[in-house]
C-alpha cells in the first residue's frame, strides 16, 4: 500500500447544518481559495464552450474543470511542457481540476478493454492500439499541472454484475497505489481517489475502508452519474458521506442537475461538477429558480421580459444596472441557430449554478439550510408537492428534512 504524505491543500469546515449532513469550508489550492459547497464547470479541452476565462472569472468560478483525455490528444503532452501547463496555455489563473481519462476511453472509445495493465484502446487519430495506465495518467496531469488530479479507476456502469464490479473496485485500489508512486508533483498537485462499488453499499464501505488508509488530500466518490435509479444512488452516497473523513473535502463526480447538487450538499457533499448547464445552454435551455426554460417555444416569441426575474447575471440584468438585458424573444429568435445566443445562454446557466451553490453555503452559514431547501423545491415546482420527486423527498428525510410537512 502506498501512501500520499504531501499535499498542496488545505480545507477548514467553517460551518455545519444543525439538522442536515451539510457542511461549508474554505479550501486553499496553489490557485487560490475556493468555497464549498462549489459546482466546478466542465472546460473540456481547456476552454468552456463559448466563455472567455475572464468572464467565468467574474461570475466568481473559483476552479473549473479540464479533461485528460481531450488535453492529452490536442494540443498533446509535448505542447503542455513546453508551454508550462494548461493555466497558461488556456490563460486562467485559477485552480483547475482534471479527471484522469479513463471514463473517456470506456465512454468514447467503442474498442477499449480494460486489463490489470491499465486501458488498451485504439487511436481515435490512425487506430493504433494504445494504452492508458495509472503511470501514464499521472505523467499527463503533471504536465497539465492541474491542482487536484485523479487517480485513474476501473470505471464500470452501476448496472454491471457483481463479480465485474467487485473487480473493478479493488483494481481502482491498486491503480492508486500505482497512481501514488507515479505522481511527481505532490507539493503543487493533490491527486485524489475515487470510491468505487456501484450500487453495492458492501463494496463501497470496503473501498471507503482502504482508501482512506492511502490519506490522499480529498477524496471522490466516482461511478453515480450513468443514469442509475435515484433511490439507490442517494443511498450510495448517504453511506459514503457517513464513513469519509470529516477533514477532506469529498466530490461527487459528474453530477451537475440543480436537484441533485441541493440534496447531496444536505447528504454531505462539498463539490460538484458536470456538462449539463453548458449543454443545455447549446440547446436552447435556460435553468431558473422557477425550472427550466426551452426558449425555442412560441410562447416566447414576443417576451420582453429576462430570462429570470431578479437574476443577477450580465444577461438579465437590465443596461441601466449595467447588464445587457437580453430578452427571451431575442433568445427564442437565435437559440440553436447563433453561436451568440449559446454563449449568452452558457454565461446565464453558469451563473445560475455557481449561484445555487453560493445561496446554499450561506444558508450553512446562518443555519438556515432546511429552509432554502424547503423553498428551492416549491419555486421549482411551483408550489405542487405533488411534483416533488420522490427520490428527494426520501433522501432528505434521511437527514431530517420533511419537505411534504
Known amino acids: ?71 492529452g490528444l490536442k494540443p498533446g503532452q509535448k505542447v503542455l511542457d513546453a508551454v508550462g501547463g494548461a493555466h497558461r496555455f488556456q490563460t486562467w489563473t485559477r485552480n483547475i481540476l482534471t479527471d484522469s481519462g479513463g471514463f473517456q ?154 436537484e441533485d447538487l441541493v440534496v447531496c450538499v444536505a447528504l454531505g457533499m462539498d463539490m460538484f461538477d458536470c456538462v449539463y448547464p453548458t449543454r443545455t445552454a447549446r440547446f436552447g435551455n435556460a435553468i431558473t429558480r422557477y425550472g427550466n426554460m426551452n426558449l425555442r417555444n412560441h410562447k416566447y416569441k414576443f417576451d420582453e421580459q429576462p430570462l429570470e426575474k431578479d437574476c443577477q447575471c450580465p444577461c438579465c440584468l437590465p443596461k441601466e444596472k449595467n447588464g445587457w438585458g437580453i430578452s427571451r424573444a431575442f433568445f427564442h429568435s437565435t437559440v440553436s441557430k447563433e453561436t451568440a445566443a449559446a454563449h449568452l445562454m452558457t454565461i446565464h446557466n453558469v451563473h445560475y449554478q455557481l449561484n445555487l451553490m453560493r445561496e446554499m453555503r450561506q444558508a450553512i452559514i446562518d443555519d438556515t439550510f432546511p429552509a432554502f431547501v424547503k423553498r428551492f423545491f416549491n419555486d421549482k415546482y411551483e408550489g405542487d408537492k405533488t411534483k416533488y420527486p420522490s427520490w428527494a423527498v426520501g433522501a432528505l428525510r434521511t437527514v431530517n428534512v420533511d419537505l411534504l410537512e
Open 1 to 71: 500500500m502506498s501512501k500520499a504524505t504531501t499535499s498542496a491543500l488545505e480545507f477548514r469546515v467553517v460551518a455545519r447544518c444543525s439538522t442536515t449532513k451539510a457542511r461549508a469550508a474554505n479550501m486553499v489550492l496553489p490557485h487560490g481559495p475556493v468555497n464549498t459547497p462549489v459546482f466546478m464547470p466542465v472546460g473540456t479541452q481547456a476552454s468552456l464552450k463559448g466563455v472567455l476565462p475572464e468572464q467565468l472569472e467574474k461570475l466568481g468560478c473559483q476552479i473549473m474543470l479540464n479533461n485528460t483525455y481531450h488535453l
Open 105 to 258: 476511453m470506456v465512454s468514447l472509445l467503442k474498442l477499449a478493454t480494460i486489463t490489470e495493465e491499465g486501458v488498451k484502446f485504439l487511436s481515435p487519430d490512425d487506430g493504433s492500439p494504445m494504452l492508458l495506465t495509472p503511470e501514464h495518467s499521472m505523467s499527463l496531469q503533471n504536465s497539465i499541472g492541474s491542482d487536484i488530479m485523479m487517480q485513474l479507476d476501473d470505471v464500470v456502469h452501476t448496472l454491471t454484475g457483481p463479480e465485474r464490479m467487485e473487480e473493478a473496485m479493488y483494481r481502482s485500489i491498486r491503480w492508486l497505489d500505482r497512481c501514488i508512486k507515479a505522481h511527481k508533483k505532490p507539493e503543487t498537485q493533490n491527486l485524489f481517489c475515487i470510491i468505487q462499488g456501484g450500487l453495492d453499499k458492501r463494496l463501497r464501505e470496503i473501498c471507503c475502508r482502504e482508501m482512506i488508509k492511502r490519506d490522499t488530500p480529498g477524496i471522490a466518490v466516482g461511478g453515480l452519474s450513468g443514469g442509475e435509479e435515484k433511490t439507490a444512488f442517494c443511498e450510495v452516497v448517504n453511506t459514503c458521506s457517513d464513513l469519509l473523513p470529516q477533514n477532506k473535502p469529498r466530490y461527487l463526480m459528474g453530477v451537475g442537475y440543480a
